[in-house]
């Protein structure tokens, strides 16, 4: 019988195996990116360069600045116009009202925490708002009395406290309804995208807010009317660019608190 050399054997084995990972790992490398490019493209607006058009010669345009980041649709970013709104409103007033010595941001936290709270404990019965036109109707009413109110009192100094509860109960109220239109338009993208399209929102904000605070008053009120308006028309376009499959659904489970 021949003789068999045990460790040549040994590392033959260790060849043999070597090989046969080696071909498992390179047959899950198609799965694997596929897997990869869904996390990224999950919600239907990454910008993939085989997606890119191309003429009749096979020439393609210029792909993305960083093509490995997806896409941000720039109505996803809406979010941060209503944060730059909260901020030159209630947090860090840019010009001093009387009103804003009732309104203040405590309260104004307070009448908002409240509105999401009870809303939490009625959202069987109010959800989903997405599809509610009078909801975003009732949200930018709210939001842009509160945003008339405040330098009314100004004018009208025998009114300043009841304009001040006024403004701090419809600007609570408003941006609670706001939080949970954008809310549910988050809910429906991957967690990567929310991330992405939250932090790309404060960027926004913080530039509008600085923006805002080299303004002279008729121009700061022209852009504290707008940032509710164009926020909700935002929120709607990111609904609408959604396939149907991934838009909020009503919860069949009943509110608890863990």
């Not at 040549?8 to 090989?19: D, F, L, P, T």
């Not at 509610?132 to 330098?151: E, G």
């Not at 009120?221 to 009503?250: I, N």
Request: hydrophobic share 55%; aromatic share 12%.
């Amino acid at each position: 019988m021949p003789e068999h050399n045990e460790p040549e054997m040994a590392q033959g084995g260790r060849i043999q195996a070597g090989e046969k990972h080696e071909k498992t790992v390179r047959s899950h490398e198609p799965a694997l990116a596929k897997v990869l490019d869904g996390a990224w493209a999950e919600d239907d607006h990454a910008v993939l360069s085989d997606a890119l058009p191309k003429n009749d010669a096979g020439v393609r345009p210029p792909g993305p600045l960083f093509p490995w980041m997806p896409a941000i649709p720039f109505f996803f970013l809406g979010l941060g116009l209503y944060r730059a709104w909260i901020e030159i409103a209630f947090v860090t007033p840019i010009f001093s009202f009387p009103a804003a010595q009732v309104a203040t941001h405590d309260a104004y936290d307070i009448v908002m925490s409240v509105t999401l709270l009870l809303c939490a404990v009625f959202s069987r019965r109010l959800g989903p708002l997405f599809g509610k036109k009078w909801f975003y109707a009732v949200t930018v009413a709210l939001m842009l009395l509160a945003t008339v109110l405040l330098p009314i009192s100004a004018f009208f100094h025998s009114f300043v406290v009841p304009l001040g509860w006024v403004a701090v109960l419809a600007g609570g109220v408003g941006t609670a309804f706001v939080i949970l239109l954008w809310s549910e338009l988050y809910g429906c993208l991957n967690p990567f995208r929310v991330a992405l399209y939250y932090s790309g929102s404060l960027v926004i904000a913080a530039a509008v807010i600085l923006l805002c605070r080299g303004m002279e008053f008729a121009s700061f009120f022209a852009v504290s009317v707008a940032l509710p308006l164009f926020s909700l028309g935002m929120v709607a376009a990111g609904f609408r660019s959604l396939p149907s499959e991934r838009l909020p659904r009503a919860e069949a489970k009943p509110f608890a608190i863990p």
